[in-house]
């Protein structure tokens, strides 16, 4: 990500800090490599693309699961560093 970049991202965060500008932020990267990791001896990557379109499977198919004109909420908990 180049400085014009940085500063761009940083002025659409600071305009709209919300997942959504998050979001749509990852959009405009596209096929661009967003996550690497080793799994074995393998190297394994993820492009925002992918990212971004398993958010929108996963919230399909939670919103399939609410009531007609209802609603499904998520809550979260903390985690500490032991897991606990």
Known sequence: MSNCDLLSVSAKLEANKS???IFNIMR????????????GEQELKRTY?????RADDYAACISSLAPE???IGI??????EQGE
């Open 19 to 21: 997942f959504e500008t």
């Open 49 to 53: 693309a992918e990212l971004t379109r």
């Open 28 to 39: 405009e990267y596209g096929d661009l490599t967003a996550s690497v990791w080793l799994q």
């Open 75 to 80: 809550q979260g908990r903390l985690v500490d």
């Open 69 to 71: 004109d209802g609603w």
